[in-house]
């Protein structure tokens, strides 16, 4: 195959799939990793694509580009139920308190496995904005549900606004599970709707520990609106560990990570 030919494929998957990885290309066209990440600078110097660490995403990708809640479910499905189990390690058998769970497809993916939870667990206080999670989680033995409501966006399900945050603000959860859309060095965690990050930022003041769930898409990605700083995060749980700036700066905000 040659060069040219080979990157108008990767050109293509990009396109499609929203995020390539070195070592996928390398053995998906039988050549070396070196190869794909020349094809990779060759792609971006024409535009096309978008270098990220391990990989390329579409140099079309906004900072306002939100997929909707139906599309993202059926996005990265496995990395996010991994990340959900290795994320739940922080609610043992004995833990006792409250959990506010954010809105976003891994977060549900969360609440999927709490509502599946085995006999012997202690009774679980759990608090949501979103409806999504709500829906999963309404009517499961040993949890008690605590929704707060608000102008509901259709595309993401879950409740914002004034009335939200203030809602959010009166609360002091032991432990909150947030998503992101981005999470980069410089702008911290970020999503593209202001009132998200609004409430997403009250989350994280209100509560006594933060657990980012964020799969590597998100991982040195910008968008819109800065919602929270490294320092605000105990611990990131992601499907591939942070790299270079990202890792040190995580580092120096004392921030954990757990790698699903």
Known sequence: MYATER????????????????????????????????????????????????????RTRASTAELSLAERT??????????????????????????????????????????????????????????????????????????????????????????????VSRLRPDIAFIGTNGLSTAFGLSTPDPDEAAVKRAVIAAARRTFVVADADKLDAELLVSFGDLSDIDVLVSDAPPHGDLADALNDADAEVWIA
């Open 74 to 167: 059926g996005r990265a499905g496995d990395a996010k139920l991994a990340i959900a189990e290795r994320a739940l390690r922080a609610i043992p058998v004995d833990f006792e308190g409250s959990v506010y769970l954010d809105a976003g497809t891994t977060t549900a993916a969360i609440a999927h496995l709490l509502a599946q939870r085995p006999v012997g667990f202690r009774p679980l206080e759990v608090v949501t904005h979103s409806m999504t999670v709500a829906h999963l989680l309404a009517g499961a033995p040993g949890l008690s549900l605590t929704a707060i409501g608000g102008r509901v966006r259709g595309l993401t399900a879950a409740a914002v606004g004034a009335d939200t945050v203030r809602a």
């Open 7 to 58: 990157q108008q494929l990767i050109q293509h998957l990009v396109t499609a799939e929203g995020r390539v990885a070195v070592v996928d290309l390398a053995r998906r066209f039988g050549v070396t990793t070196e190869t794909v990440r020349r094809d990779l600078d060759q792609l971006e110097g024409l535009g096309t694509i978008r270098r990220v660490h391990g990989g390329a995403v579409p």
